[in-house]
């Protein structure tokens, strides 16, 4: 082993709030470390995570490369595009993919030189305490000791295996093969009508799959609002996802070429299908596995989160917790911006997180997006409120786009008019939703956005003329 090394911060996991932990932390002017043992081929380091390299980054990558195919097949001609002899490369198209990751490893990487970041190589455990800093062991390759003052540990989530099923990711695949299939599967099954799952069928779909969802709760994206959930269903239908709900599976056996699931259907029929590969998604468990939790005595919930206060302080002096790892949304930008806020409460400040104005998204098409409380939320918390809505079948922007699925909702509390939650699915909502993020921060009102001058013509416009139909008096509709 090497000689211990001093930091005042060591941030454990280099994923996306591991790293802009470590950055802000440098930023602040503590000697920072951060370690992560994420590698790819040729064994140089991945920084950024479970997002950068089998999650967030390459799944947008390839939702762009199937997007931008289904649209030269099916909606080029309309704007006096013909293209004869459609093809699909999918070994180039994951060669992009690849390339795409690569560049935001090194991205990260170059981030951490520039802000004085000291990286590590391996898998970090805690070894215990030397007076006021812990010390922390670092497996190959780095195969050394650190200490530090303060740890934040940022060791991200893993896949959650269906029982009887294990991953092979050759026919029953996880997030990383789901993106890594190197032909289009004729039949594919997705199990998990959640993000990952909406999101990689509708890659495959794209590409000529025969999709089938089966999603065991009764209803369909029930997170998100009713009147929204109901567009998708009705959208991704018409697409030729086959959503299945309220399915119990029974068995999976995989076989040489194929995969076959037994299920009850919602009318508890037993039912069987086969597919060519089988996406499993349906959801993440806290990867804590190796971090020494037990050495040290930290404390992991009956689920293996690790505990933590609103502070994001766990039990142990200096050692804080962020991202999927601890309670919360388990989302990229929430890890994000609790990594700042550690980072700046380790130096006196007051870092902060609204878990009520972190906006979630599915990059579908269309696009889903929402931030704040849904109708059904105030309706069951007895909260009076009104609502506005505008379809983008009624933007200017959007007509010129040939993308008119879809509407704008705004939420707004119907004594102060104050913003509650703004809902969204069409074209862009991924970018349209930091608008309502922005007004929920600032405490704005619907009628604060219906008096902004939008640009025209845009898809935001979708996002005012919600605002003003909220007092009912919309301009366009």
């Given at each position: 082993?090497?000689?211990?090394?001093?930091f005042?911060?060591?941030?454990?996991g280099?994923?996306?709030?591991?790293?802009?932990?470590?950055?802000?932390?440098?930023?602040?002017?503590?000697?920072?470390?951060?370690?992560?043992?994420?590698?790819?081929?040729?064994?140089?380091?991945?920084?950024?995570?479970?997002?950068?390299?089998?999650?967030?980054?390459?799944?947008?990558a390839?939702?762009?490369?199937?997007?931008?195919?289904?649209?030269?097949?099916?909606?080029?001609a309309?704007?006096?595009?013909?293209i004869?002899?459609?093809?699909i490369?999918?070994?180039?198209?994951?060669a992009?993919?690849?390339?795409?990751?690569?560049?935001n490893?090194?991205?990260?990487?170059?981030?951490?030189?520039?802000?004085?970041?000291t990286?590590?190589?391996g898998?970090?455990?805690?070894?215990?305490k030397?007076?006021?800093?812990?010390t922390?062991?670092?497996?190959a390759p780095?195969?050394?000791?650190?200490?530090?003052?303060?740890?934040?540990?940022?060791?991200?989530s893993a896949?959650?295996?269906?029982?009887?099923?294990?991953?092979d990711n050759?026919?029953?695949?996880d997030?990383?093969?789901?993106?890594?299939?190197?032909?289009?599967?004729?039949?594919?099954?997705?199990v998990?009508?959640?993000?990952?799952?909406?999101?990689?069928?509708?890659?495959w779909?794209?590409?000529?799959s025969e999709?089938?969802?089966?999603?065991?709760?009764?209803?369909?994206?029930?997170?998100?609002?009713?009147a929204v959930?109901k567009?998708a269903?009705?959208?991704?239908t018409?697409?030729?996802?086959?959503?299945?709900?309220?399915?119990?599976?029974?068995?999976?056996?995989?076989?040489?070429?194929?995969?076959?699931?037994d299920?009850?259907?919602?009318?508890?029929?037993?039912?069987?299908?086969?597919?060519?590969?089988?996406?499993?998604?349906?959801?993440?468990?806290?990867?804590?596995?190796?971090?020494?939790?037990?050495?040290?005595?930290?404390k992991?919930?009956?689920?293996?989160?690790?505990?933590?206060?609103?502070?994001?302080?766990?039990?142990?002096?200096?050692?804080y917790?962020?991202?999927?790892?601890?309670?919360g949304?388990?989302?990229?930008?929430?890890?994000?911006?609790?990594?700042?806020?550690?980072?700046?409460?380790?130096?006196?400040?007051?870092?902060?997180?609204d878990?009520?104005?972190?906006?979630?998204?599915?990059?579908?098409?269309?696009?889903?997006?929402?931030?704040?409380?849904?109708?059904?939320?105030l309706?069951?918390?007895?909260?009076?409120?009104?609502?506005?809505?505008?379809?983008?079948?009624?933007?200017?922007?959007?007509?010129?786009?040939?993308?008119?699925?879809?509407?704008?909702k705004?939420?707004?509390?119907?004594?102060?008019d104050?913003?509650?939650?703004?809902?969204a699915?069409?074209?862009?909502?991924?970018?349209?939703?930091?608008?309502?993020?922005?007004?929920?921060?600032?405490?704005?009102?619907?009628?604060?956005?219906a008096?902004?001058?939008?640009?025209?013509?845009t898809?935001?416009?979708a996002?005012?003329?919600?605002?003003?139909?909220?007092d009912?008096?919309?301009?366009?509709f």
């Amino acid at each position: 082993m090497a000689d211990r090394q001093p930091f005042d911060v060591v941030v454990i996991g280099g994923g996306p709030g591991g790293y802009v932990a470590a950055i802000r932390a440098a930023q602040l002017g503590f000697a920072t470390a951060c370690i992560d043992d994420w590698t790819r081929e040729g064994g140089k380091p991945a920084l950024g995570g479970t997002c950068t390299n089998v999650g967030c980054i390459p799944s947008k990558a390839l939702l762009q490369s199937s997007e931008n195919y289904a649209l030269a097949g099916h909606a080029f001609a309309e704007h006096g595009i013909d293209i004869d002899g459609l093809s699909i490369d999918v070994a180039k198209m994951l060669a992009r993919k690849n390339k795409v990751v690569g560049a935001n490893n090194d991205g990260i990487a170059y981030l951490f030189r520039k802000n004085k970041v000291t990286f590590v190589h391996g898998r970090g455990t805690f070894a215990g305490k030397d007076g006021d800093r812990w010390t922390i062991d670092i497996g190959a390759p780095a195969a050394t000791t650190i200490s530090a003052r303060n740890v934040i540990i940022a060791t991200g989530s893993a896949p959650r295996a269906l029982p009887g099923a294990a991953y092979d990711n050759v026919r029953v695949l996880d997030n990383a093969g789901a993106l890594a299939i190197p032909d289009v599967p004729k039949r594919l099954g997705v199990v998990g009508a959640g993000v990952i799952g909406l999101e990689m069928g509708s890659v495959w779909r794209r590409l000529g799959s025969e999709v089938t969802i089966l999603e065991a709760l009764p209803t369909f994206l029930g997170a998100a609002d009713e009147a929204v959930a109901k567009e998708a269903l009705k959208q991704f239908t018409k697409q030729g996802l086959a959503i299945k709900l309220g399915v119990t599976i029974t068995g999976v056996k995989t076989g040489t070429d194929a995969v076959t699931v037994d299920y009850k259907d919602a009318s508890g029929n037993a039912q069987t299908a086969t597919f060519d590969r089988l996406i499993v998604s349906i959801g993440r468990v806290p990867f804590t596995n190796g971090l020494g939790a037990a050495k040290v005595g930290l404390k992991l919930d009956g689920r293996g989160f690790v505990e933590v206060d609103a502070e994001c302080r766990t039990n142990l002096p200096n050692v804080y917790a962020i991202g999927d790892v601890v309670r919360g949304p388990m989302l990229a930008h929430k890890a994000e911006d609790e990594g700042i806020a550690v980072a700046e409460r380790i130096a006196g400040q007051h870092g902060h997180v609204d878990f009520n104005t972190i906006p979630w998204v599915i990059y579908t098409s269309p696009e889903i997006a929402w931030v704040g409380m849904t109708e059904q939320q105030l309706r069951a918390d007895g909260v009076a409120f009104r609502s506005g809505s505008f379809p983008f079948s009624a933007n200017g922007r959007a007509r010129a786009l040939g993308d008119t699925v879809g509407f704008v909702k705004i939420v707004a509390d119907a004594h102060t008019d104050r913003i509650l939650g703004m809902h969204a699915i069409g074209p862009w909502v991924s970018e349209l939703i930091a608008e309502g993020v922005v007004a929920m921060e600032f405490g704005a009102s619907s009628e604060d956005i219906a008096r902004i001058v939008h640009a025209h013509p845009t898809l935001s416009e979708a996002t005012r003329e919600a605002a003003l139909a909220v007092d009912k008096r919309t301009l366009n509709f």
